[in-house]
C-alpha cells in the first residue's frame, strides 16, 4: 500500500519527500481503518470540488482528490501526520524502503509504471484508487515483491 500511494502521489505532482510521507501516511491510515477505530466524521469533497482543485492544502489538512490527512511542517517540508506522529522520508525508508533491500528501485519503478496506467480522476478517488489500482493488485505484488527481496 505504501508504495504504490506514494507512486501516486508522485504521479499527481508531489516532490518525492512529500510522496513518501503521503505513502507511508495511508499505509498507516488503512492498517488502522482494517483493526476498526472509532467512528470520525471527515470531511466530504464532491466531485465539483475535486475537480475545481483536485489538490487541496489548508493549514493543517490536506486534501488529494477526495481524501483527507492531516499535515505539519518540519525544517521546511511538510509531513502527513497521523497521531500527531509525523511520516518523514526517513520513516518510509526504515519502514517500507528497507523491507525491499536492492529492489526498491525496481519496486518503486513498477508502482509508478502501475499508476501512470490510470486516468487523473482514478487517482483523485480514494474509492477508485484502491478498488481499482490497490486491491486488485496487493497480493500479487506483495508475492512478487516478497520474491525480489529475498
Do not use: C
Request: net charge positive; aromatic share 12%; no cysteine.
Amino acid at each position: 500500500m505504501a508504495v504504490l500511494q506514494a507512486a501516486r502521489a508522485k504521479t499527481l505532482g508531489f516532490r518525492i519527500v512529500e510522496a513518501k510521507s503521503w505513502g507511508l501516511n495511508r499505509a498507516i491510515f488503512y492498517a488502522a481503518a482494517k483493526r476498526g477505530f472509532k467512528k470520525v466524521r471527515m470531511p466530504i469533497r464532491t466531485r465539483e470540488m475535486i475537480e475545481k482543485e483536485p489538490i487541496v492544502k489548508l493549514r493543517r489538512t490536506y486534501f488529494l482528490g477526495s481524501e483527507m490527512a492531516y499535515i505539519s511542517r518540519k525544517a521546511n517540508r511538510t509531513y502527513f501526520t497521523i497521531g500527531g506522529e509525523l511520516q518523514t522520508e526517513k520513516d518510509f525508508k526504515r519502514q517500507i524502503e528497507a523491507r525491499f533491500g536492492t529492489a526498491f528501485p525496481k519496486a518503486w519503478k513498477e508502482s509508478l509504471h502501475i499508476v501512470r496506467e490510470y486516468p487523473k480522476d482514478v487517482l483523485l478517488s480514494q474509492n477508485r484508487f484502491f478498488q481499482d489500482i490497490y486491491r486488485p493488485r496487493r497480493d500479487e505484488l506483495a508475492s512478487k515483491w516478497t520474491k525480489m527481496s529475498e
